[in-house]
């Protein structure tokens, strides 16, 4: 069974062709509605499907060859996509009030929550000619012939793959991207305050806006996370020994890292003049 996973012996040049296979779907539902209240609300769901042949992570073809993950670089069956996201909610509300006369001021949130992108298991340090971190994770079993341990345990990986929830793929190589993500929610708030003008016709307004204000109100909400190539390393390797095995030589228990800039609260103050 580890012989699905196919090591070449470096790479040189590399000969682009059409594919087939991929396919997208996608879906959208809507909802808006003004009140006399000054109320106005609005909805919208996006359901997508997309599949690929390669990952596209980068912006030369012997880099995206290089970090695709995979069991044999010259066979890739189509998987779902790096960029996509299954499902996609986005909500909306303004307040329209009246607390100087003939000045409005409006209040606005704006949420929103997607699923998160698709990752691929991976044999960090297992090197199959290209690259050392793309080769898609074998999962082994109990007294699993197909593998090897050097410097961790077999109860230890076992128990790495149960608590990854990963058991169900033991004896298999992982497919590309068949892991997500978790969930990305994010609550924006705008405050928006009109000043007359003596002008006829010409507005004044400030505005201020704090984005991402769940994180403003607790610093481990609105994150978003990601892995670096859309890959995680669980298990560690040494490629294959002399009888064909993989080589087990540790475990990554590290989560998916923080995107420090998406994931913090901003806040501006802004002017806008309108004539």
Known sequence: ????????????????????????????????????????????????????????????????????????????????????????????????????????????????????????????????????????????TANDPNVVYDGVSENDVLNAINTAGLGSWQGRVMPRNHSTLPWTKQLDMRIAQEIPTFVDGHKLFVYFDVLNLMNFIDDEKGHQKYYRYGSRGLLESDGFNSSGQIIITGIDDRGPSTDSYSSRYRMQLGFAYKF
């Open 1 to 140: 069974m580890a012989r699905r996973i196919v090591s070449y012996n470096g790479y040189g040049h590399t000969v682009i062709t059409n594919a087939e296979g991929t396919s997208s779907e996608s879906m959208t539902f809507g909802f808006d509605k003004d009140f006399d209240n000054g109320r106005s609300i609005f909805l919208s769901y996006t359901g997508m499907k997309a599949s690929s042949g390669w990952s596209a992570t980068s912006s030369q073809a012997s880099s995206n060859l290089r970090y695709m993950p995979n069991a044999d670089i010259k066979n890739v069956p189509t998987a779902p996509t790096n960029w996509s996201n299954e499902h996609r909610l986005v909500m909306g509300l303004d307040k329209t009030m009246n607390i100087f006369e003939g000045a409005p001021t409006k209040v606005s949130l704006f949420y929103k929550a997607y699923s998160g992108s698709p990752y691929s298991y991976v044999l960090d340090g297992f090197d199959n000619g290209m690259d050392d971190a793309s080769t898609l994770m074998y999962v082994p």
